[in-house]
């Protein structure tokens, strides 16, 4: 029997996995440069992790939380911390080079809205990071009404790729990357599929399978040129 403190191991692990993959992802789409920091904004950023992670030497960091409790646990961590919405923020245009959005969109029930206000902050050479859940995916198709990122009613509005694709370019963003966050809720599939008969097939593959399975996609935009 695995013990709770490997367990915990285990999560942690599996975070630093996810955040450092994150990373990459991010610093292959910018234009890096010897000694250069970049700017980089997370919404929604909860307690800090994946900004406190992320390399001091390649980063300036930026949060908004406006949870007072998450908001002092990322001031702790040194993070330059709002609380307030983009909208509502005195914030310079063209300031950011990189802007995130982890499993932010799903909440917000209107999501043009903080698009735009990303659109205006970020520089003309900057990304966009969407990470969301996927109604592609193969948990929603045989899980249905137990598909574990339904989180009913915290998620507000669910995407695929394609409706992903289509608010982001009526907002004025277009893509250049798409991905899949495999390493992140490692257990979705096994939960969303625990009352369908797939489960007797896919869970001795599990890890295979939960690789294949875009629960959650990652998308990469940038500002379609001549757009502010």
């Not at 992790?49 to 002092?72: A, C, M, S, T, V």
């Not at 198709?141 to 915290?154: A, C, E, I, Q």
């Amino acid at each position: 029997v695995l013990s709770h403190g490997f367990l915990n191991y285990l999560v942690r692990l599996m975070a630093r996995v996810s955040i450092k993959a994150k990373e990459k992802a991010i610093l292959k789409q910018l234009r890096v440069t010897k000694n250069q920091k970049f700017k980089i904004l997370d919404i929604g950023c909860g307690n800090g992790e994946f900004l406190q992670y992320l390399d001091n030497n390649k980063f300036e960091k930026y949060g908004i939380e406006i949870n007072p409790q998450g908001y002092h646990m990322c001031e702790n961590k040194g993070i330059r911390m709002f609380d307030k919405d983009l909208k509502d923020l005195n914030v310079e245009s063209n300031f950011f080079d990189v802007v995130t959005l982890w499993h932010v969109l799903e909440h917000l029930e209107k999501p043009r809205e903080l698009l735009i206000a990303v659109k205006k902050v970020l520089k003309e050479n900057g990304i966009l990071v969407i990470a969301t859940p996927n109604t592609d995916s193969l948990g929603f198709k045989f899980g249905r009404n137990f598909w574990f990122h339904l989180d009913s009613p915290r998620h507000l509005i669910l995407y695929n790729n394609q409706c992903l694709e289509y608010l982001l370019k009526s907002a004025g963003f277009e893509v250049i990357h798409e991905g899949r966050l495999y390493y992140d809720y490692p257990l979705d599939l096994f939960w969303s599929l625990r009352d369908s008969w797939l489960k007797y097939f896919i869970y001795p593959f599990y890890p295979v399978l939960k690789t294949l399975s875009k629960e959650s996609m990652l998308l990469i935009f940038k500002k379609v040129k001549g757009e502010r």
